[in-house]
């Protein structure tokens, strides 16, 4: 049975596109840490572990990340974006890009945040616009 991200990025679960290509799909974390919490992941391989992946995806994900992660930090103003690969939650390798004030906000224990639809749309369509036009 196909992951829960999987069906997100097949589009059978609505998701808010930050990114996408043949290989790879990056969506806003419904309850985020801060604004423009984006999640990457791999659309063709739903291993759970980072360094499970075949060298190819590896380097493809993480390329792809990055060029996410610039976007990011264009659309969504912030002083860095950190990154952090936890994979514990969902069976499916991903990559946590979010907006950092300060190191605190990386940290997963904090409360969640839960945006409305609309800002959620308006931060997605943001990121994605800023990942088109790179």
Request: net charge negative; with cysteine.
């Amino acid at each position: 049975m196909a992951t829960i991200f999987t069906r997100i990025a097949k589009g059978e679960i609505p998701s808010y596109k930050c990114a996408e290509n043949e290989d790879f799909y990056a969506f806003l974390d419904i309850a985020p840490l801060a604004l423009g919490h984006t999640l990457v992941i791999p659309k063709n391989v739903e291993d759970d572990y980072l360094f499970h992946l075949d060298e190819n995806t590896y380097e493809g994900l993480m390329k792809f990340a990055r060029e996410v992660a610039i976007a990011l930090k264009k659309a969504v103003p912030c002083k860095r974006v950190g990154v952090a690969v936890l994979g514990m939650e969902v069976p499916h390798t991903h990559i946590h890009l979010v907006p950092l004030q300060t190191e605190g906000d990386l940290d997963f224990r904090k409360p969640k945040l839960s945006p409305a639809p609309e800002e959620m749309k308006k931060i997605a369509d943001a990121i994605l616009e800023a990942y088109e036009n790179r």
